[in-house]
């Protein structure tokens, strides 16, 4: 069982980590860093939530369905990208929003060019999909780690896993 000062700090300090998370994640293409240190940042906050509260106490509500559905998201964004630059640029994640090379029309190319100095293009955006996918993903690990050490006799709270 863990500590009620435990408990309490560790809510604030897991916001602030998936905070650090996403600031390294939207400044991935300017900064070191990106979409899968910023998703295990992310990760982090969230597995420190799962360590002190236990999977029924969690404030995070980690249910598979909803974990499943994010992380779809994450991979469906990244491969329409992908599928985007494919069709509109000749090959596979052209970065069409700079359109380097003049084959992606300019409506697409505006759409899609991320609003920076740097005119950097998709590559946010597949910082961003990159980092929901790690974010769920490790995420998912922790919990399933977590809920099988019942089974291995390790576990104490028989009430903590259904």
Same mark, same amino acid.
């Given at each position: 069982?863990?500590?009620? =000062? =435990?408990?309490?700090?560790?809510? *604030?300090?897991?916001?602030?980590?998936?905070?650090?998370?996403?600031?390294?994640? =939207?400044?991935? /293409?300017?900064? *070191?860093?990106?979409?899968?240190? !910023? @998703? #295990?940042?992310? #990760?982090?906050? #969230?597995?420190?939530?799962?360590?002190?509260?236990?999977?029924?106490?969690? *404030?995070?509500?980690?249910?598979? @369905?909803?974990?499943?559905?994010?992380?779809?998201? @994450?991979? =469906?964004?990244?491969?329409?990208? !992908?599928?985007? !630059?494919?069709?509109?640029?000749?090959?596979?994640?052209?970065?069409?929003?700079?359109?380097?090379?003049?084959?992606?029309?300019?409506?697409?190319?505006?759409?899609?060019?991320?609003?920076?100095?740097? /005119?950097?293009?998709?590559? *946010?955006?597949?910082?961003?999909?990159?980092?929901?996918?790690?974010?769920?993903?490790?995420?998912?690990?922790?919990?399933?780690?977590? !809920?099988?050490?019942?089974? #291995?006799?390790?576990?104490?709270?028989?009430?903590?896993?259904?």
């Amino acid at each position: 069982m863990m500590s009620d =000062l =435990l408990k309490l700090i560790a809510y *604030p300090i897991s916001f602030i980590m998936i905070g650090y998370g996403v600031m390294t994640i =939207l400044g991935g /293409h300017i900064t *070191p860093g990106g979409g899968f240190q !910023g @998703g #295990a940042m992310m #990760a982090s906050g #969230a597995i420190l939530c799962v360590l002190v509260y236990g999977l029924k106490d969690n *404030p995070f509500n980690l249910s598979h @369905g909803r974990m499943s559905l994010v992380e779809s998201c @994450g991979a =469906l964004f990244y491969i329409l990208l !992908g599928l985007i !630059g494919l069709f509109a640029g000749g090959s596979f994640l052209y970065n069409s929003g700079t359109n380097i090379y003049g084959s992606v029309p300019a409506s697409l190319a505006g759409l899609l060019n991320y609003p920076d100095a740097l /005119h950097a293009g998709i590559i *946010p955006y597949l910082n961003i999909a990159i980092g929901v996918k790690v974010f769920i993903g490790l995420t998912t690990l922790v919990v399933l780690f977590y !809920g099988v050490t019942k089974y #291995a006799g390790d576990y104490i709270d028989d009430e903590e896993i259904d």
